[in-house]
């Protein structure tokens, strides 16, 4: 119980496993910053969102894409869908995984293979 309370104090939430993610994992990127259908956009994670990269063609996003980034792609065939490239910690350029959300309310749809 925290001191001067008489509620108990809650309790913690259990660390998320390493690997795959939960299906309760979610983007956490506000919908008004992903890219337009058929663009792609570099998101730094924990860096704000007005202090992000603008979209552009993935060509460019591709080859600006710093080591540990996200490169967001929203294909024009699927506009509900947000497909994010993790990018090596160490290595720019370099995608480890893919994973894919839903635009409408950043849910975890599914993992690809880079």
């Not at 894409?65 to 869908?81: E, F, N, Q, T």
């Not at 720019?92 to 959300?101: I, T």
């Amino acid at each position: 119980m925290p001191p001067g309370s008489s509620e108990p104090a809650p309790a913690p939430k259990p660390a998320a496993a390493r690997g795959k993610p939960s299906s309760a994992a979610t983007l956490g990127i506000p919908p008004g910053h992903l890219p337009p259908p058929g663009q792609c956009r570099v998101w730094v994670p924990g860096r704000p969102p007005g202090h992000q990269a603008p979209p552009g063609t993935c060509r460019k996003v591709e080859r600006e894409a710093p080591a540990g980034s996200w490169i967001l792609y929203r294909p024009a065939s699927d506009k509900k869908v947000v497909h994010v490239r993790v990018v090596d910690e160490r290595r720019a350029g370099a995608v480890v995984k893919v994973r894919v959300y839903a635009v409408a309310n950043g849910a975890f749809v599914r993992e690809e293979r880079p």
